[in-house]
């Protein structure tokens, strides 16, 4: 499906000079002279190579349609990842960095989706929200106010993020993913 250079969004699959790319970032300028554009950052899922490419809103691209399937995380073996297919039970490895940043939220048992392309796994997407404990967060100052005052905190997957004063140790939270931000309490 060809799709316009301005309505890029991040997550995206696109197929870019006879490779497969995931679109990472994406900003939207109009400089006062000459047309507005699109500046995507993307990465390779064959090769892991990254690049930035500038699109034009006259420019078309084709973006891909991956087939994506229910997987089931299992365990870390080295730097390999196993997952279970929920359908027929047969198990895959996968290389960690496939997930990028987002490894450090996979949870035992947790369900993921695996894309696939040409039967071939070339991404991993885990949930949006994760819930995770703090195990160790800074203490509040005294006299900041509760608005927009943020201190940093320690989830047990060692991941830092940034959480209301009033969160202490102990507490589980909902974290984003992919933003790494703290979305709200766990109920």
């Known amino acids: 499906m ?9 997550g995206n699959i696109l197929e870019y000079e006879g490779g497969i790319w995931k679109v990472a970032k994406i900003q939207h300028t109009q400089p006062g002279k000459g047309g507005a554009y699109m500046q995507v950052e993307m990465k390779n899922l064959q090769d892991g190579r990254k690049t930035n490419v500038r699109f034009r809103s006259a420019d078309t691209i084709e973006r891909v349609r991956l087939d994506t399937k229910d997987y089931q995380y299992l365990y870390a073996d ?6 279970m297919d929920k359908d027929n039970y047969d198990q895959i490895q996968l290389p960690a960095d496939l997930l990028g940043d987002a490894a ?9 989706m695996l894309e696939l392309w040409d039967e071939k796994p070339i991404s991993v997407q885990l949930p949006d929200t994760v819930e995770a404990t703090i195990v160790e967060a800074d203490a509040v100052v005294k006299g900041q106010t509760a608005s927009s005052s ?5 989830l047990d997957n060692g991941v830092r993020v940034m959480v209301p004063p009033h969160i202490g140790s102990g507490t589980r ?8 931000t703290y979305v709200g309490k766990a109920g």
């Open 150 to 154: 943020y201190k940093p905190a320690v």
């Open 104 to 112: 450090a939220f996979l949870q035992d048992g947790m369900e993921v």
């Open 78 to 83: 080295g730097d390999m990842l196993v997952f």
């Open 173 to 180: 939270i909902v974290v984003d993913v992919y933003e790494r």
């Open 2 to 10: 060809k799709i316009s250079g301005v309505d890029i969004r991040p």
